[in-house]
């Protein structure tokens, strides 16, 4: 199988950052498992998963809150600048905030 693992980068570092986190003892494997699960679970979800990281994505940022490591206001925050630093930053360049 020649097929990508991950079908973009920021998928690859949710991933990475959610073992880090986990090996770092933020959570456990099972509450990670129930955080993911109650999201792909959720009725707005693809039927044909397209959209699993995204819900991974959301699981790791609820347990960020639950934790109290990143409340969603600091996550949509921190989304925001770098987006803005993604379009300011020309192609090739590192992105710094």
């Known amino acids: 199988f020649d097929e990508p693992v991950f079908a ?3 998928q ?3 991933f990475a950052m959610t073992v880090a986190l986990h090996d770092k003892g933020l959570f456990s ?3 990670w498992a129930d955080a993911l699960s109650a999201e792909v679970k959720r ?3 693809a039927a044909d998963r397209h959209d699993y990281y995204e819900h991974w994505l959301a699981a790791l940022e609820s347990l960020l809150s639950a934790k109290g490591v990143a409340g969603r206001s600091d996550v ?3 989304a925001a600048a770098w987006e803005r630093a993604a379009h300011a930053t020309p192609h090739g360049k590192p992105i710094l905030l």
């Open 8 to 10: 973009e980068p920021w």
């Open 12 to 14: 690859a570092e949710a």
């Open 29 to 31: 494997w099972s509450e």
């Open 43 to 45: 009725p707005d979800a």
């Open 76 to 78: 949509d925050r921190l």
